[in-house]
């Protein structure tokens, strides 16, 4: 699976954004999905994951009630709502499909990742 994440850009602080994450090649419907980000200087942290039909979802302390994880019907298509967004949120987001069907915060259970949306925030 080879994914690919857009959506980001420069947007001020409370401003709103879209990410999305598609397939490039062999579908990921049956995978879950997850988003991460990577901040300059900083490890690379986990943001929201989704399981594979959308009934479960998980998100980072830092963006619980901020940000909204979603995919189609089809499920080859991964969303990333951000709202209310800060200074702190700027970073390069990745999506990543999972080995299975649900998935959590850990970076091992990833096994294929795009190549990463900026998005930066200005105060």
């Known amino acids: 699976v080879q994914l690919q994440a857009s959506g980001g850009g420069l947007v001020q602080a409370g401003g709103s954004l879209r990410l999305s994450c598609v397939s490039s090649?062999?579908?990921?419907?049956?995978?879950?999905v997850g988003w991460f980000r990577q901040a300059p200087g900083k490890e690379r942290e986990f943001v929201a994951v989704?399981?594979?039909?959308?009934?479960?979802?998980l998100y980072s302390d830092s963006v619980k009630g901020r940000f909204t994880i979603s995919r189609d019907r089809g499920g080859n298509t991964v969303y990333l709502q951000m709202n209310s967004l800060k200074s702190e949120d700027t970073a390069v987001y990745y999506c990543?499909?999972?080995?299975?069907?649900?998935?959590?915060?850990?970076?091992?259970?990833?096994?294929?990742w795009g190549q990463g949306t900026q998005v930066t925030v200005s105060s």
């Open positions: 990543a499909a999972a080995r299975s069907s649900f998935a959590g915060t850990d970076r091992s259970q990833y096994n294929a």
């Open positions: 090649r062999r579908t990921f419907s049956n995978n879950a």
């Open positions: 989704v399981s594979w039909n959308g009934g479960s979802t």
